[in-house]
């Protein structure tokens, strides 16, 4: 774990090579934001779990910590963003791992972790759920702001991802139910 002020240049070089070819394969425009060695997408993450191995980067996973509103109501959650597996890693459990981030997060005082996924990562994020480490909440629209203005293009974008939820400092019970989360500013 590492506080995102805490990288030095060639870090945010690694893990920006990291970060494009994990995402470049869900398309050339993921894959650019992350050239020239930028390590992050929209916000920058507050602190970073970084798994290393012999090879360099092996997993990633930011954390920020924000207000989202979720229907009408402001919740302080921890948004979990930028994850990524190396792929010679894949499938052999490293996202359980996340176990291991929890003492991290309720240090940070938040009542849950919050995060978006692609459609195609569902069976990825239920083995989460199936080990009681949070939930997807169906059928949510988000609306974020653009991490970069362009004259041409609105300040915001709405997204029909998944939504996964961690109670981290308060039961999933208390999770207010709605169906549009507005993100106080651009996804992790």
């Known amino acids: 774990l590492c506080w995102e002020n805490e990288l030095q240049r060639h870090e945010h070089v690694e893990l920006s090579d990291f970060l ?11 894959a650019m934001r992350f ?20 090879h360099g980067v092996a997993a990633h996973l930011g954390l920020l910590r924000r ?8 919740v302080l959650v921890a ?44 069976n990825h994020i239920q083995r989460l759920c199936k080990v009681g480490l ?11 702001t653009l991490a970069d203005m362009h004259p ?10 998944l939504v996964f939820v961690s109670p981290i400092g308060r039961s999933i019970d208390e999770w207010p139910s709605g169906t549009f989360i507005e993100r106080n500013g651009p996804e992790l």
């Open 20 to 30: 494009h070819k994990t995402y470049g394969g869900t398309g050339t425009f993921s």
């Open 35 to 54: 050239e020239g060695g930028r390590s992050w997408f929209g916000a920058r993450p507050e602190l970073r779990a970084i798994g290393r191995d012999t």
């Open 67 to 74: 207000f989202i509103k979720v229907g009408a109501i402001d």
């Open 79 to 122: 948004e979990l963003g930028l994850y990524g597996v190396r792929r010679d890693l894949e499938g052999l459990g490293i996202s359980l791992s996340l176990r291991s981030l929890y003492p991290a997060l309720q240090q940070m005082g938040v009542p849950f972790a919050f995060g978006t996924v692609r459609h195609e990562m569902r």
């Open 134 to 144: 949070g939930k997807i909440v169906p059928d949510v629209r988000i609306r974020s």
């Open 152 to 161: 041409d293009l609105p300040p915001t974008r709405l997204e029909d991802d």
